[in-house]
């Protein structure tokens, strides 16, 4: 698997963009929530580059790119910044479940700007007591003449506190059910939650009080919420993977230029070898993990269902990352865990990976099901 010539010229050019353009803005930020016209700046500039648009059908505004070459751009945004990277990974699920299976008036509206990069969305499964088991989910929606009452909390929601709509998962007479909730049309509140990294996008609760919202914001058929979004749960979880590649990458071209430029026991670090076997194992783990990221991204590209492969990139994707930080922050010493270096950030939030999208735990059980045919879930 080789990345064609078009596909290197766009990282290339992307990387020198991020490099001149959105990383210093983004440092300058310093870790703290970003307002949203800030966060929706960066996108909109990214989204000249394909992000948030690539791999979707021109039809609806994308670009009728493939999966293969929109993670290979998100891998070098999240190079840079997973605070950025984090809004497209949310936004680019979020236009293909409303390009799916939105009606035509609801995608006509709401995906064009989502996809130039002027909007962003929130997708709201998670509540306080509903996280693995996502089929539990309560927040109730109940019928009034045309109309949905949503009333319920949601919790975890990436992007919740500048989204200019959620598509909040309901409990329904019918089963789980999608249903648009414009933030400026029909209202809900929301408060971000502070955590060990990743501040400057927003992880938010999510308060619908008797939110009144017409019947025709059903996204799909009510009742097949679960059902139908699977192939939606494969795109998030390459990106997941990808988002590992992208911290275990950063960590690793950090400890190269830092074992290379510190000096030890009359030699440069990088030349004892308990520290080569480090930079060694990053390096095979980063591929690794990018092999398996690229696999799923292929089968999706073919229309082949690959639950099972997205499984395994992303389980391993954020795991590896995990030890490639903690590792960096080993090779710089003390200078490690100082916010003068990078690779503290990067392992505060590499921790969070394993998390999000199904964790590592429910990849594994997922990944032995399809072995097996034996759930071992509940
Ligand atoms: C940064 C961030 C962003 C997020 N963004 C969103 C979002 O945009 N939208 C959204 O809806 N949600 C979002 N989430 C929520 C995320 O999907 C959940 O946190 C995740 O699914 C885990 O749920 P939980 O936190 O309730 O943990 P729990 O489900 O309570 O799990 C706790 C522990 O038990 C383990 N466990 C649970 N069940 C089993 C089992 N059957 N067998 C073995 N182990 C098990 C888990 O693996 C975990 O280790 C986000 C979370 C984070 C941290």
Same mark, same amino acid.
């Given at each position: 698997?080789?990345?064609?010539?078009?596909?290197?010229?766009?990282?290339?050019?992307?990387?020198?963009?991020?490099?001149?353009?959105?990383?210093?803005?983004?440092?300058?930020?310093?870790?703290?929530?970003?307002?949203?016209?800030?966060?929706?700046?960066?996108?909109?500039?990214?989204?000249?580059?394909?992000?948030?648009?690539?791999?979707?059908?021109?039809?609806?505004?994308?670009?009728?790119?493939?999966?293969?070459?929109?993670?290979?751009?998100?891998?070098?945004?999240?190079?840079?910044?997973?605070?950025?990277?984090?809004?497209?990974? /949310?936004?680019?699920?979020?236009?293909?479940?409303?390009?799916?299976?939105?009606?035509?008036?609801?995608?006509?509206?709401?995906?064009?700007?989502?996809?130039?990069?002027?909007?962003?969305?929130?997708?709201?499964?998670?509540?306080?007591?509903?996280?693995?088991?996502?089929?539990?989910?309560?927040? $109730?929606?109940?019928?009034?003449?045309?109309?949905?009452?949503?009333?319920?909390?949601?919790?975890?929601?990436?992007?919740? $506190?500048?989204?200019?709509?959620?598509?909040?998962?309901?409990?329904?007479?019918?089963?789980?059910?999608?249903?648009?909730?414009?933030?400026?049309?029909?209202?809900?509140?929301?408060?971000? @939650?502070?955590?060990?990294?990743? =501040?400057?996008?927003?992880?938010?609760? /999510?308060?619908?009080?008797?939110?009144?919202?017409?019947?025709? =914001?059903?996204?799909?058929?009510?009742?097949?919420?679960?059902?139908?979004?699977?192939?939606?749960?494969?795109?998030?979880?390459?990106?997941?993977?990808?988002?590992?590649?992208?911290?275990?990458?950063?960590?690793?071209?950090?400890?190269?230029?830092?074992?290379?430029?510190?000096?030890?026991?009359?030699?440069?670090?990088?030349?004892?070898?308990? @520290?080569?076997?480090?930079?060694?194992?990053?390096?095979?783990?980063?591929?690794?993990?990018?092999?398996?990221?690229?696999?799923?991204?292929?089968?999706?590209?073919?229309? @082949?269902?690959?639950?099972?492969?997205?499984?395994?990139?992303?389980?391993?994707?954020?795991?590896?990352?995990?030890?490639?930080? $903690?590792?960096?922050?080993? /090779?710089?010493?003390?200078?490690?865990?100082?916010?003068?270096?990078?690779?503290?950030?990067?392992?505060?939030?590499? @921790?969070?990976?394993?998390?999000?999208?199904?964790?590592?735990?429910?990849?594994?059980?997922?990944?032995? $099901?399809?072995?097996?045919?034996?759930?071992?879930?509940?």
């Amino acid at each position: 698997m080789f990345p064609t010539e078009e596909q290197t010229l766009a990282c290339q050019s992307l990387r020198r963009f991020l490099d001149d353009r959105i990383e210093h803005a983004y440092l300058a930020l310093d870790g703290a929530p970003m307002e949203k016209a800030v966060i929706q700046g960066f996108l909109k500039d990214l989204a000249g580059f394909g992000l948030t648009a690539a791999p979707h059908p021109e039809e609806v505004g994308g670009m009728g790119l493939d999966w293969l070459t929109h993670l290979m751009l998100f891998e070098e945004v999240g190079v840079s910044a997973m605070d950025i990277a984090i809004p497209i990974l /949310i936004n680019v699920s979020g236009a293909d479940l409303m390009i799916r299976l939105a009606p035509d008036p609801l995608r006509d509206r709401y995906v064009p700007p989502l996809l130039a990069g002027e909007t962003s969305i929130a997708i709201g499964i998670s509540e306080p007591a509903v996280g693995s088991d996502v089929a539990a989910v309560t927040t $109730r929606a109940r019928r009034d003449g045309g109309d949905w009452v949503i009333s319920g909390e949601k919790t975890w929601i990436s992007n919740g $506190r500048f989204a200019d709509f959620l598509l909040c998962t309901c409990a329904t007479e019918e089963g789980l059910t999608h249903i648009l909730v414009d933030r400026e049309e029909h209202g809900f509140e929301t408060r971000d @939650i502070h955590k060990l990294a990743l =501040n400057g996008q927003s992880t938010a609760q /999510i308060f619908l009080d008797e939110v009144r919202v017409p019947i025709e =914001n059903t996204i799909g058929v009510a009742g097949r919420g679960l059902q139908q979004t699977l192939v939606v749960f494969e795109r998030a979880r390459i990106h997941m993977a990808m988002w590992g590649v992208a911290l275990a990458r950063r960590a690793l071209e950090e400890s190269i230029r830092y074992a290379t430029e510190r000096s030890q026991h009359g030699r440069k670090i990088a030349g004892h070898q308990l @520290i080569a076997d480090k930079i060694a194992t990053m390096a095979t783990e980063v591929d690794a993990a990018r092999l398996l990221a690229w696999r799923a991204a292929g089968l999706i590209d073919r229309e @082949i269902r690959c639950d099972t492969e997205c499984a395994m990139a992303k389980w391993y994707g954020t795991e590896i990352a995990v030890n490639a930080t $903690r590792q960096a922050v080993q /090779i710089h010493g003390g200078n490690g865990v100082t916010t003068d270096f990078i690779v503290e950030r990067l392992a505060r939030e590499a @921790i969070i990976g394993p998390i999000p999208d199904g964790t590592t735990e429910i990849q594994k059980l997922l990944i032995a $099901r399809s072995l097996t045919g034996v759930s071992a879930i509940r």
